[in-house]
């Protein structure tokens, strides 16, 4: 039996990703056993190559690899979901790294219907330099912080850096049609069975900044206005699908952020 599948997308991977991997081999393991199931999207033979042979170097046998020829990382996302084997999940970015307890302190604090997530700081090139990220700021006094998906409503804002049980991911799947927000769409689809949030200081999750990764170019306003309208639908419609279980203020809360989001990119940047 496998604890937790962790699923990692790589398109064009340069040697941050061997840095992520390396950080998930050398995983204090001491209560759960973990898969980790690379991704490359947009397939390559060269880069194809790489990662094998790295894999076959390191002797790592529990790292799972498959090649897609469709670039974009929800087709990645979408695939890891269906091949892991693990009862949580846990999606992690190729340029990311993490400390050697992550999963260990994480796992000590997992039930079903639970979101586990860890701290995150950023970092561009050395990890001993980070800067706080607005997960570090949930951090009132305790190592320990634990809520309601309202208290803790801005972690599924993204799907990075948490465990999530995959009873409660169920069939739901990530949108492809979209490159920006497909993170929330899916957090927010979700959490109906989400009954409460759980985060560990000490698990450290370092999210690498870099200027030319997909998230730093400039969308048209064209796109993000688009983009936004059809966010806000697929809220709504998820919303009304089970608005019985389904949080008023939680969806509310995510199709202002939207707007917010919309205004910053479109306006600010």
Known sequence: MIDISIVVPT??????????????????????????????????????????????RKKLTNFIFFALPNPGVSY???????????????????????????????????????????????FEQDISETENSYMSKLFVNNNLEEGTIIKFKRVFSICTGKLIPKSSINNTL????????????????????????????NAI???????????????SFKYQLKNSKYLISKHLNVYLS????????????????ILKGFIWRSVFR
């Open 76 to 122: 990645a996302r979408n695939l890891g979901i269906q091949k892991a084997k693990g009862n949580y999940l846990f999606f992690m970015d190729d340029d990311d790294i993490l400390n050697e307890s992550y999963f260990e302190l994480l796992f000590k604090h997992v039930k079903p219907n639970r979101l586990v997530c860890g701290n995150m700081k950023n």
């Open 242 to 257: 089970n608005f019985k279980n389904y949080s008023f203020i939680f969806f509310t809360v995510r199709i202002l952020a």
């Open 205 to 219: 999750y370092f999210r690498r900044i870099r200027l030319g990764s997909a998230m730093g170019q400039k969308k």
């Open 11 to 56: 398109y064009k991977p340069m040697a941050y990703l061997y840095e992520c991997l390396d950080s998930l081999s050398n995983q204090i393991t001491v209560s759960f056993t973990y898969e980790v199931i690379i991704v490359l999207n947009g397939s390559d033979d060269s880069y194809k190559c790489e990662i094998e042979n790295y894999l076959k």
């Open 174 to 201: 990530f949108d492809t049609k979209i490159q920006i927000g497909e993170d929330s769409l899916f957090m927010s689809t979700i959490s109906d069975k989400i009954q409460d949030v759980v985060l560990v200081k």
